[in-house]
């Protein structure tokens, strides 16, 4: 198979490689993280688009031009191009908004499929609109498809109720993925028990396959270093909070607890937040960064409290290895990579006992899972490590050797990699169900308890054995 380019012939390398095709329909590998819809799907489609192409595959992403700045398509890494899609006006949306325009987008695709000839092996869609987008080229060329969704819309609702902005059509539009797509990838084991309880899925063709980390991105500084290089006071407790500036992310409940950590358990601490776009170009995070600072106010903790906005991802093991401890408590975290992230820098995480958190974090062994909202149980342990400096130090450890093993992205390369090849045996597709048509709206918007719930792929033919982070 041969991929035609205006600058050049993609050919994969070896007899195992394959064509990959990797849609993602708002979350561009090339975008700034910390905006409004920037974060870990964009870190998740970089870093396997990057792993796929090093072992030998050609991937082309495609995702929604939202700047007319940018070319068509452009080389972006060795054997990864990145293919612009025109669907809708080519400015920033979110994504609440882009389902209008899925129907242009896969038009897009398989007329640019069309024009230079192409087949891919393996399509690999991201989030439910990009399954929408892709499932016609998918049937038309009889292309593998498969889908991880980051997000459920039904468990979102759950969540978020009146804050979830995507219309219930979002339900239907899903379970007809679900019932189609020759694959499903979990990403955690909720998200697993979540596509069969929730959506009815084929237990056969659902593969679990983690998010991840670089070892080479992120690795632990020197805590006192650290420190003097982002000027924090070596002696305080610095907790971090890391992620995008939106209420669900619960940066709300960490102020709250930060408050009750000083005044009832009377530890000197103070909380950095990383992310959001804090530069005026985006009103939705600075009428949550007004909503947080008058919080902070409010629970006298304004003076203990910094808010960064974005960095890049070159200084995030700085901020990671600074702190004492990273909070992560959102109302639900389909994954949360950087729970990971924060592991692999040696640090323990406080994290919210929902979604993929339960899974990275091994409560009382890399940290402590506690419920969401609840400022008064997430003081309680912050208190607990920072009484018990030597007992964080061996959750830190506990925590960098789980993600060692576990979820680094050369590791979740290496199993998307299994999986598409056997995706591509003609046994891997004999349960793919009959297709059915799918529709957008026509209007509308191991041996240590750290190495406990190893990835456990679904025993069915295609499933093969385990071989700014702003979220």
């Keep these: 198979m041969r991929f035609a380019c205006a600058h050049r012939i993609l050919q994969p390398e070896g007899k195992h490689a394959k064509g ?6 708002h979350a561009s590998p090339l975008a700034q993280l910390g905006g409004v819809d920037s974060g870990g799907q964009n ?13 030998g595959h050609c991937v082309d992403v495609f995702t929604r031009l939202d700047n007319p700045c940018l070319s068509d398509q452009m080389d972006w890494d060795n054997n990864v191009r990145v293919i612009h899609v025109r669907a809708g006006p080519a400015c920033p949306l979110p994504k609440e908004c882009l389902l209008p325009y899925m129907k242009q987008f896969g038009e897009y695709m398989q007329d640019y499929v069309r024009e230079h000839g192409m087949q891919y092996d393996v399509i690999h869609a991201n989030f439910f609109m990009s399954a929408l987008a892709a499932m016609p080229l998918a049937r038309e060329t009889r292309t593998p498809l ?5 997000a459920l819309g039904k468990v979102r609702r759950l969540h978020q109720a009146q804050n979830d902005r995507f219309s219930d059509h979002r339900f239907s539009i899903e379970e007809d993925i679900v019932r189609d797509a020759d694959c499903i990838i979990a990403e955690c084991p909720q998200d697993r028990r979540d596509l069969m309880e929730l959506y009815d899925a084929d237990p056969r063709r659902i593969s679990m396959v983690p ?3 670089d070892p080479c991105e992120l690795a632990p500084i020197d805590m006192r270093a650290a420190r003097e290089m982002l ?6 407790f610095h907790l971090l909070q890391l992620g995008r500036m939106v209420p669900r992310k619960g940066i709300d409940n960490v102020i709250r607890a930060l408050a009750r950590l000083r005044g009832f358990h009377g530890v000197n601490a103070r909380l950095c937040v990383v992310g959001g776009d804090l530069s005026g170009g985006c009103a939705s995070d600075l009428g949550e960064l007004d909503r947080l600072m008058r919080l902070a106010e409010d629970e006298e903790v304004a003076d203990f409290v910094q808010f960064t906005g974005c960095r890049q991802r070159g200084v995030l093991s700085r901020y990671y290895s600074a702190a004492d401890v990273f909070v992560t408590t959102p109302w639900y975290e389909s994954f949360g990579i950087t729970s990971i992230e924060a592991m692999a820098c040696r640090r323990p995480v406080i994290g919210s006992d929902t979604g993929g958190i339960k899974y990275t974090v091994v409560d009382g062994e890399t940290g402590y899972l506690v419920p969401p909202k609840d400022a ?6 912050l208190a607990i490590l920072a009484n018990n400096r030597q007992l964080a130090a061996r959750m830190g450890r506990a925590g960098a050797m789980r993600a060692r093993n576990l979820f680094t992205w050369r590791r979740v390369g290496t199993e998307l990699s299994a999986l598409f090849q056997a995706l591509c045996r003609p046994e891997g597709r ?24 190893q990835p456990a792929h679904a025993a069915e033919p295609h499933a093969p054995a385990s071989g700014g982070v702003l979220l």
């Design 231 to 236: 000027g924090w006071d070596p002696d305080t």
């Design 376 to 381: 008064d149980a997430l003081a309680a342990k």
């Design 20 to 25: 990959i095709a990797i849609v993602s329909e």
């Design 211 to 213: 998010c991840g980390y």
């Design 146 to 150: 498969a889908v991880t969704f980051h």
């Design 43 to 55: 870190v998740y489609v970089a870093n396997v688009a990057r792993e796929l192409a090093r072992q």
């Design 430 to 453: 004999a349960r793919r169900m009959p297709a059915h048509n799918i529709r957008p709206p026509a209007t509308g918007l191991g041996a240590s308890p750290a190495l406990r719930d």
